[in-house]
């Protein structure tokens, strides 16, 4: 008996995660990965649900420990993963967030603007497999969707992918939404392969409609939680003023760090320099920042970054209507008036914008259920199905934010 | 029907936490509450339990619904507390960490020397009083038992009190380790009041030891657990690293925060100034001066902070006898080679320490059980029970910490 | 300090249940009462989802428990409930099942027909409170809804009473089927009195959407699962073929209890002697009949008896067409070479059926959402929700179910 | 891609169980193998805690469930378990307690004398065998110790088997005594095989010493909990006044069942006819013959029967010492003249006993802890272990029961 160095770690989502593999263990080391630990998974819902404080590498891991039972699951219906590919897939999962800067999706287009994270994501794990003798060669292929067996890509990346399987059970877990609750466990029992698809098996048509359910209700209890909305654009709101009012000997601007640079002189070719820097980039530098922002004087920025410190963020209301110009006006006169500010800078204290969810989306990706005849229906075509073609359109909301 | 302003809050350990209280909605609303949020109730333990991120505030909020749980519980078997005393013990409750500082314990000794955070606790609570016109004076007698009830100051100090209560279900909610859950509602539903004490029914007893068993646990599993030390002295090191080579102009240690008054010109005395300052700091500013300082030309500063980010840590160990000093010549002695480093700067990379713990400290505070009779005796006195004299000394380990 | 009687009784669903009143101890302690200890809650559910085993006696603990979680909650909001209303609505839901006989609803209809549950527990509720010097009057008037406050009545029997509540969240725990698992706390949270009518805040929208489709999710992979609705059809059809052959003086179908006087000489009307007789029979009392059947000489009986036993139950489908008639015609004449039996008794092996189960029904109770302006909504038209007015209509799917 | 039979079932403790061997399919499917659905795995706690009700069947389904994860652990650390062995010992967990009679070890000394259970498995294994043409054989070798792997013996029976490790994990979760979870899980990833023998490695030390603190924690709180044994005595008391009356031409003592047997002209052979029997038998049965002898004309036998139906049970304690012979002859004294029963019989109303726990016995098996030095030592023999060789001696109490 030969034991290989094995690893577990505790999670409070699904008891423990094993590492069993070397180039596991190597991604894990690296200090990439090891920044994912300073990045919150949900930005500032925290601020609405205190326990929402878990980071993007717990995600990943649990990401990860649901691809290991995935391919433990289809290897026992009969359908060939070899060593490699399962390998090569678990790399793929851990490593499809690691393009992601500080405070994710709340600052995505505002840090690095024209660069999708995904894309980051794929940059940087080039990055990585060049100093790794090309280790990671099968998991780009697989992450890139280029390699011969597409259900390899659609565990990673599609409707029933591990990356929603885990963030909807983790961000409801650590939330404590349990609506968002969904059956992970079951939903991977039921998947299945076949023509190189991945699909789900008859039975399992209740739990993906509880998935899809659970997805919409996380949207709107959660990340789209009027009140989240609202801290995260405050966040956006402090960025843009600090873009503005930019200069490059202004030292009450400058921070410590890389943040310095992405507001100030980077363009928007990301090209090796720009990567590392953004490599060094984590939620601390962000919120050290507003720290050290909140006694600017600029005056607006200062407010702006006080409230969010303490927590007195944008009044905000979400509603099925476009709201009011007229109304819109007036919130802009009483906001210029109470806060003495130049109108022109009105809009960093009240606005209004779109937010939009889709319960199901038909285009791209489907959720296709493979029947014991044989035959092959979406989801959204099944007669009584909950999710129907109706339903299946993006619900659009409008929001308004404004500082009282 | 006229309702009071109320509010509920997803709690991923309890559920829905009730604020329900002018007073307590003021508390919440302070900024030196918000400053909670941003400091890590577990330090770094998170380096070793991923999950283990929740907040301060999370957890003292979980304290106060605890409290809350456990007035309604005496209440119900006909303990007398009034409105006004039950507003109090649970602003207490709320207040009681007020005073921790950045990675609480794991930075107590070494950034503001000679001040206990609950002595700290107490400053901040007056400092709050005086700006809320006596609001907070019964909780502060509450807090300091110096209220004619002392069973209410035992609900926030004592061997069964709602802060261990909850650090215990909660860190070992996050931290996934189940070997710490506690049966919180039923110690809550034991709990007795007699001579204005507070005391446990005699058939709590199993799930009392049940709790000093659990807490045993998170000791050695977590808290104490050796590569949490690591990581937590590691940080103690790059503190005291930066005390020494402090000089008033060197730029490369500045990091913008009251970080650097309390590194720099801060002795020990206290005052509002200084508190003010005290208020002011949180994880952030910790992480942020280690990125900073990973930069410093300072060869041990900056290697120590490097390893803390990319969480190459110390190899530690933990054992029941005291290392050899022949042994941690050896060691020292091979850091000293491997690093390059001046011999008399070893203690920054090896060395050794002591850790401990008691299972039941039978001195200050006591579980005292009741019996049906009338009966009281302490747990530890009680027939075949789990936790005996012999038991309740401390247990004393030794650690060892090295850089490779 | 002077303590009530007062016990606490451990339930895994919700942790612990307390009993504090004279009156509800009185129910509790009753033979009645207790003999819903020996009815399980779900039948014969338990030979598909073997933990679903519990009694009709937690359900109606548990349900009791959720009603003084909401009898708080409505006061903490200012609804006024005098003492009196509180236990009286806590004796209704303590006995709004205790009329329930023998596998509950299995069986309903083949054991006293025409005579329904909900009928049979006002009449021993009647019975109840005969002896009870009119304890019970006002628990009556509100379980029948002559009381003058509804909203009473309607957390006993409405959308969102706390028997719905209960069943679905112990039957989902139970069972271990995660879809239907509900928020049970948050809508007792969000539950509010207008007009002395039940309703739910506006942000309980999500978790009222949640429970019913988890309440339809519960239906489908649950209460009508096809092998479930196998086996108890199969112990209908037990004692549909027990009433066919039944002669008095046929020793080998007596079963030395009160069944032997329901599938005799009972005819329809429940006297005080037939009521006190009901009120004897449990689950053994049938799975004893059916041990004793198991070797009775009619071919039929001792078939189905034991097939039952061992759980060799009927094949059986779902689908949402009719069954063809030919298709059953051709599996009738197979059952009857199969079994060698009369074909007049084909029916026994062979049928076919409906089930049905509608997501909300709007006409007779409605789930009304009370908006902060004051507006009041019922909850299928509102905008963009899940549940819609086409969702509402019932589904009706059809079953066939085969001996082979 | 070909697809082996599969089934999953729902657990509410572990989630799902997967069955993927013909030979697991045709143990499950067996007659005497889904007897056990009609045995609750504990007894009478249900008169204590409600929740209690599961099933020896669902009970050796999650040993079943522990095993094949114990299994896949272990082969993953590089023991080498063969197919055939592997499925082997899964059928042996499942079938550890076929030999369970009706409320199992309440009534295992009373209606089978001097035959115990696990004997009686084996007497079972080996009849259901012979009709498996010896497929069994593997299991029945590990079963008895006669295999060349004693480490596969001991997963089925040992001081950490999988049969212990579920009936905690279940027997917690299904009564709501939380005291009783342990992390079976950890202790799952701990295990390890040395020299052919079942060990644990040195990181799993709290986990066992957490377990064997919540096996001492439920035999007081739950399978000695005073009333339960009042409520298992009085079975038993039953019982024995049915022996002493018994006469054959008694037809108010016959239940149409095996117990007519049993409780009459059986002696102490279990031949195979008696096996048979023995087979048919369930707690349907009981209960059944305990309404049925609730009318019967012996004062004694019927007085119990409608005490223990309506669960007016003894007035029991359970204390250190053993009870005052005075103080017991003046409660039989009492019993005799308020039931107005002959003398001779007052053993029936008022009794004493002893009950015993061990926390850990350091005599027959031990609990071997592997070093990663390679050094093994008992548990008991660690430094500052909880469990030290003091606590090990059994816990003696004694108990006394009165009717009153």
Redesign the interface.
């Known amino acids: ?4 160095k ?1 690893k ?6 699904y ?2 995660i ?1 590492i ?1 593999h070397p180039l596991i263990f190597a991604i894990l ?1 690296h ?1 990439y990965y ?1 920044r994912l ?2 990045i919150h998974q949900m930005a500032l819902a ?2 609405v ?3 929402a ?3 993007r ?2 995600h990943s ?1 649990g990401a990860y420990h649901l691809m290991c039972n995935a391919v433990a699951e289809l290897r ?5 993963i070899s060593e490699e590919e399962s390998v090569a897939v678990k790399a793929a999962i851990l490593l499809h967030d690691i393009g992601h800067g500080p405070y994710s999706h709340a600052l995505e287009q505002v840090l690095v603007q024209g660069v999708h994270h995904e894309q980051l994501s794929l940059q940087i794990m080039q990055e990585m497999n060049a100093h790794m003798n090309g280790d990671l060669d099968l998991a780009i292929q697989i992450f890139t969707n280029q390699y011969s067996k597409p259900f390899l890509h659609q565990l990673i990346s599609g409707q029933l992918d591990m990356d929603r399987m885990d963030y909807l059970s983790r961000d409801s ?7 968002g ?1 969904i ?1 992970y ?2 939903i991977l ?1 039921m998947l299945v ?1 076949h023509n190189d698809e991945l699909m789900v098996e008859e039975k399992g048509i ?2 993906v ?2 998935f899809l ?1 659970a997805r ?2 996380m949207y ?2 959660v990340y789209l939680h009027k009140t989240v909305l609202a801290a995260e654009k405050m966040l956006v709101k402090i960025l843009e003023r600090v873009r503005e009012i930019y200069q490059l000997n202004d030292e009450g601007l400058k ?3 890389a943040l310095d640079f992405f507001l100030g002189e980077f363009k928007t070719e990301m090209n090796l320099d720009a990567l590392e820097k953004f490599c ?1 980039l984590d ?3 962000v ?2 920042a507003v ?2 922002w909140s006694k600017h004087p600029d005056k607006i920025l200062a407010l702006l970054c006080n409230r969010l ?4 963020l944008y009044r905000s209301r979400i509603q ?1 209507e476009e709201f009011d110009s007229q109304y819109l006006k007036e919130k802009e006169e009483e906001a210029i008036r109470q806060f003495h500010i130049d109108p022109a800078d009105v809009r960093y204290l009240c606005f209004t914008g779109e937010a939009s969810n889709t319960l199901y989306q038909t285009k791209d990706e489907r959720i296709n259920i493979l029947f014991k005849d044989g035959l092959i229906k979406d989801i959204s075509l099944i ?2 199905a ?1 999710i129907q073609q109706k ?1 299946s359109a993006p ?1 659009k909301k409008f929001y308004i934010c404004l500082l009282t």
Chains 1, 2, 3, 4 share one sequence.
């Open positions: 008996m030969k034991a290989t094995r577990i770690i505790n999670d409070p989502v008891g423990f094993t069993n080391a200090p090891q630990r300073r925290q601020l649900y205190p326990g404080v878990h980071s590498l717990l891991l026992d219906k009969g359908v060939e877990f650590f939330s404590g939404v349990t609506e609750v059956g466990d079951r029992k392969v209740y739990s409609e509880k359910v919409r209700q709107w209890q921070t410590q760090s060094s939620d601390h530098d919120m050290h720290k050290v410190l303490n927590r007195q099925a007669d009584n909950l339903l619900v």
